[in-house]
């Protein structure tokens, strides 16, 4: 999304131009301000197609409806499949306005059957277009199925095995389940002997997400509770196998229909993956809202971020939802911060503290450490869930390039 006004954590409706000219955006950014509660979040300069898809805000993701103006003029084909992604994507949520020069009677049938709801010919009247957003509003306040919004895929990658990622990642979820109360998903997504369930205390884990992705085809809610175990503190878990003959590696789309249907189905989807599924990587990557790479403050660990880091940042859409994960730090940490940052040559969005011997203990007792315990871990960790919850802006990498390790000579 190319720009994004200010505006409350959750407008009541949030407004977003596709593919729109200079008229339109101004025309949409103008009726906005004329309707309580309605916000112009931004514009996308692509059409929204299998192969491009967005990082959606946190300000979309929390509106409580959005409406979507979508220029036919550009290009009809992928206009209409544009209409018919974000309908699949927001559901009942979304008002889709389609815009163009000339709408024919065939296009506009066209159109309405992929989920456009109303059509303005070019110049939009910003009047006419706020009395729409007006008409939007009131059925949205009296429909009871609308929804609060899509989830958000969040992954985690570790620089290097025994960074402790599946450990932040499940405490991160009992933080989302139990201190927001966020219906959430942790899936283990290790090929085999993960330890999702062992940290959790669960056992009887018998499907996994691999065998998800082979029904992708038939996936409903019936289905998913199959492969859904429920930890006692409301967090679904889908483990990862006891044994296996490799990963599946998804075919087609089998990734991304998933991935839909489960943020339809959670607030939160977590991730808790490895670098070394290469092809499994690349889905997971384009997939996901926010990638999390784990690493501790050691020599060997960032080495292997700052490669990581490097791979990632060749991707533009890649390097927007990147955060970095220092953890098991302290004040005597050898390596400080800021040498981290100029070593990988990208910030550190959450430092985590020690806290070896507790985890150890939560480990052996097959349970979490409770979010209501006080301590450093857990003040880092209610902050980390505030942030995603709440939105946060991305981080900018830091500007030039830097001789990697430099603070080793």
């Not at 491009?52 to 929390?62: A, D, E, G």
């Not at 489960?262 to 809202?289: A, C, H, N």
């Not at 979490?368 to 871990?377: A, C, D, G, K, T």
Request: hydrophobic share 40%; net charge neutral; with cysteine.
């Amino acid at each position: 999304m190319t720009s994004e006004m200010n505006s409350p954590d959750r407008p009541s409706q949030a407004i977003f131009s596709v593919c729109a000219d200079e008229t339109v955006v101004n025309a949409a950014t103008t009726a906005a301000g004329k309707v309580m509660g309605a916000h112009f979040t931004g514009e996308f300069r692509d059409y929204i197609t299998s192969d491009k898809r967005p990082q959606f805000s946190p300000l979309l993701k929390n509106a409580a409806s959005c409406v979507a103006l979508i220029d036919f003029d550009r290009d009809m084909e992928l206009a209409l499949e544009t209409t018919e992604r974000l309908h699949q994507i927001f559901l009942k949520k979304i008002s889709i306005v389609g815009v163009g020069a000339q709408l024919d009677a065939g296009l506009l049938l066209r159109a309405v059957r992929k989920g456009c709801t109303e059509f303005l010919t070019k110049p939009v009247d910003p009047a006419e277009l706020a009395a729409s957003l007006e008409r939007f509003h009131a059925v949205m306040a009296v429909d009871p199925h609308t929804q609060s919004g899509i989830g958000r895929v969040i992954a985690f990658f570790g620089a290097k095995g025994g960074v402790g990622t599946t450990m932040l990642a499940v405490h991160l979820a009992t933080h989302l389940v139990r201190q927001h109360g966020k219906k959430t998903l942790l899936i283990d997504h290790r090929p085999q002997l993960g330890h999702v369930a062992l940290y959790l205390g669960l056992k009887d884990t018998q499907y996994h997400f691999d065998e998800l992705l082979r029904n992708s085809d038939r996936l409903d809610s019936e289905l998913l509770n199959g492969f859904v175990v429920r930890h006692r503190s409301g967090l679904d878990v889908i483990a990862s196998p006891e044994m296996s003959g490799g990963p599946h590696e998804p075919k087609g789309d089998q990734f991304e229909q998933v991935m839909d249907f489960l943020r339809r189905e959670y607030d939160y989807v977590l991730i808790d993956s490895s670098v070394r599924l290469q092809d499994s990587k690349t889905s997971i990557v384009d997939q996901s809202d926010e990638i999390y790479i784990v690493s501790t403050p050691d020599v060997a660990a960032l080495r292997d971020l700052a490669r990581l880091v490097e791979n990632l940042s060749l991707s533009e859409s890649a390097t927007s939802k990147l955060r970095v994960v220092v953890n098991r730090s302290t004040a005597t940490d050898s390596v400080t911060s800021d040498q981290i940052e100029k070593a990988v040559r990208f910030p550190i969005s959450i430092a985590i503290p020690n806290n070896y011997f507790e985890l150890q203990r939560a480990i052996n007792d097959g349970e979490p450490i409770p979010p209501q315990r006080r301590s450093e871990f857990n003040q880092a960790l209610a902050q980390w869930a505030s942030r995603i919850v709440y939105g946060m802006s991305s981080p900018k990498p830091p500007a030039g390039k830097r001789r990697l390790f430099a603070f080793l000579r």
